[in-house]
Structures are given as C-alpha cells and as structure tokens.
C-alpha cells in the first residue's frame, strides 16, 4: 500500500528541521483541499505517515513547510520576512507506491526529491 512521508533537513547547520510546521493539500490553486497540519519532530520527520491507506490517491499534491520561523528561533536568520518564509512543494502522485518527499534547506536555498 502507498504512503506519503516526509523529512526536513538544515542544510546550514548539518540538523534535522525540528519543529517545523507542515501542511499538507492535495488540488492546485484555488481547488486545493487542506488534508492535514504537521510538526516535524526532534528527527526532521512527522511522527506518522502524511498520507495511508485509503486517503492515499493519484493526484497532484503540495506541502507546505514554514521554514521562516523556525530559521528565526535557531538565530541563523532575524529577517522578518525571510527570504524563505514558506517552502511550497508541488508533486504529483501516480502509482501505489512509497513517496519520500524530503526537504534540503537553508536560510537562502532549498531542494527536494523522490526518496524512498
């Protein structure tokens, strides 16, 4: 059965991305549906998978990650707003399978990819 995961990763201080709010919405642009609101724990993951079971579908699909704040309570940035204040991932699910969408991040730069 296919699943949605997730990790977030401080590129800038070799840590995981603790405490970092996520939401998840599957549509695009106004005919997106809100499924869920997450917190990264102390590993850069959510505790859960985002997605199981009969939730899980082919779509397309975007996370939100509120990186702003918490580059601003680690003190490596004070810029309100951030130059990233929120990531936006767009993706699109297809098959039945296990969907790793990790985040690579630093106060001026970001990617992602397909894992496993």
């Given at each position: 059965?296919?699943?949605?995961?997730?990790?977030?990763?401080?590129?800038?201080a070799g840590?995981?991305?603790?405490?970092?709010?996520?939401?998840?919405?599957?549509?695009?642009?106004?005919?997106?549906?809100?499924?869920?609101?997450?917190?990264?724990?102390?590993?850069?993951?959510?505790?859960?998978?985002?997605?199981?079971?009969?939730?899980?579908?082919?779509?397309?699909y975007?996370?939100?990650?509120?990186?702003?704040?918490?580059?601003?309570?680690?003190?490596?940035?004070?810029?309100?707003?951030?130059?990233?204040?929120?990531?936006?991932?767009?993706?699109?699910?297809?098959?039945?399978?296990?969907?790793h969408?990790?985040?690579?991040?630093?106060?001026?730069?970001?990617?992602?990819y397909?894992?496993?």
């Amino acid at each position: 059965m296919g699943k949605l995961t997730t990790h977030i990763l401080d590129t800038s201080a070799g840590i995981p991305g603790r405490g970092i709010a996520i939401r998840l919405y599957r549509g695009e642009g106004v005919a997106r549906e809100p499924l869920g609101d997450y917190a990264s724990n102390d590993d850069g993951r959510c505790d859960t998978p985002l997605l199981e079971g009969g939730e899980f579908a082919v779509g397309t699909y975007e996370l939100e990650f509120e990186v702003g704040e918490y580059f601003r309570g680690t003190g490596a940035i004070d810029a309100n707003p951030a130059f990233l204040e929120t990531v936006t991932l767009r993706f699109a699910i297809a098959e039945d399978s296990h969907y790793h969408v990790p985040l690579l991040v630093s106060p001026w730069s970001y990617s992602t990819y397909r894992g496993s």
